[in-house]
């Protein structure tokens, strides 16, 4: 039996997904960070470290998904889906919720998901843990008429987590979403109130301590529990 945890993170080429590969390689985690786009990934692939893998993968593409699930070496102990876009923070009257912009978004962030799971399911070790990162954006509480399909996409990742969190009980695999907070990256921009390390560093103790009780639930990056 191996004794390390090992983690594969989604998107992890900027913004939190980097960061949740650098704080992850500081635990000693084994560590695979996924990446769509080689030309945009050098912060990622300019890491050096024994406990580090880099595997190219498109979420919305299940051959690349496939592909990648053959270069798995350690059964996976926290599975990360954090790639997610958001086309614009506009109301259904701008341009950014065009048909072809909403189903990208709905594409990316809900099917994403759920093709990343399906593919992986076959290498989670036992007890393993499966993220959703989520946005606050996507509780019905929140309310605010911006980012129209962005909002839906996150509510909908709230309400995919709580069915694969029923799928996996019988295997007491835990299924959780997690709000990152507002971060500093290309997505969150410049006035956000949290660094991309201050969001990693919390939520990945928080993903170190989740309990299988506590399945089928959203978190806030400090672990507090939210509504949705
Ligand atoms: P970001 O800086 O825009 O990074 C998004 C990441 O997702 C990039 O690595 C991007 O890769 C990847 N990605 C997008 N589409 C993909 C696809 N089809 N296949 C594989 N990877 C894909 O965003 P972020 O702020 O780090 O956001 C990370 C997660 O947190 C997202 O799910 C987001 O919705 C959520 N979130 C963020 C905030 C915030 O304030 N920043 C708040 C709440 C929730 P490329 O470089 O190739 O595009």
């Known amino acids: 039996m191996k004794n390390f945890k090992t983690i594969l ?23 695979i960070g996924t990446f769509r786009n080689k030309q945009k990934s050098e912060k990622l692939l300019q890491i050096i470290s024994n406990n580090i893998t880099f595997l190219e993968m498109d979420v919305v593409n299940e051959k690349s998904i496939s ?8 059964p996976i102990d926290y599975l990360i889906c954090n790639a997610g876009i958001n086309n614009g923070y506009g109301n259904i009257f701008d341009d950014d919720h065009s048909h072809e912009k909403m189903l990208e978004v709905l594409n990316v962030n809900i099917l994403g998901c759920i093709l990343t799971i399906r593919h992986f399911k ?6 393993a843990k499966v ?6 954006l996507g509780t019905q509480a929140h309310n605010g008429s911006t980012a129209t399909i962005y909002r839906a996409s996150k509510a909908a990742v709230n309400n995919i987590m709580v069915s694969i969190s029923e799928d996996f009980k019988s ?5 959780s979403a ?8 290309d997505m969150g921009g410049i006035n956000a109130t949290l ?3 201050e969001s990693a560093k919390s939520l990945i103790k928080c993903f170190e301590n989740l309990r ?10 400090d672990g507090k529990v939210m509504n949705f």
Request: proline residues 1%.
């Open 9 to 31: 993170i989604t998107g992890a080429n900027r913004g939190i997904g980097l960061q949740l590969v650098k704080e992850s390689i500081s635990k000693r985690f084994y560590t």
């Open 67 to 74: 592909n990648a699930t053959k270069k798995i070496k350690y």
């Open 122 to 127: 076959k290498h989670l070790n036992t007890n």
């Open 131 to 136: 993220i959703l990162i989520s946005s606050i």
């Open 171 to 175: 295997e007491r695999i835990t299924v």
């Open 178 to 185: 997690f709000h990152p907070g507002w971060v500093r990256t």
């Open 195 to 197: 660094s991309a390390k």
């Open 212 to 221: 299988f009780e506590q399945t089928g639930k959203l978190f806030n990056y």
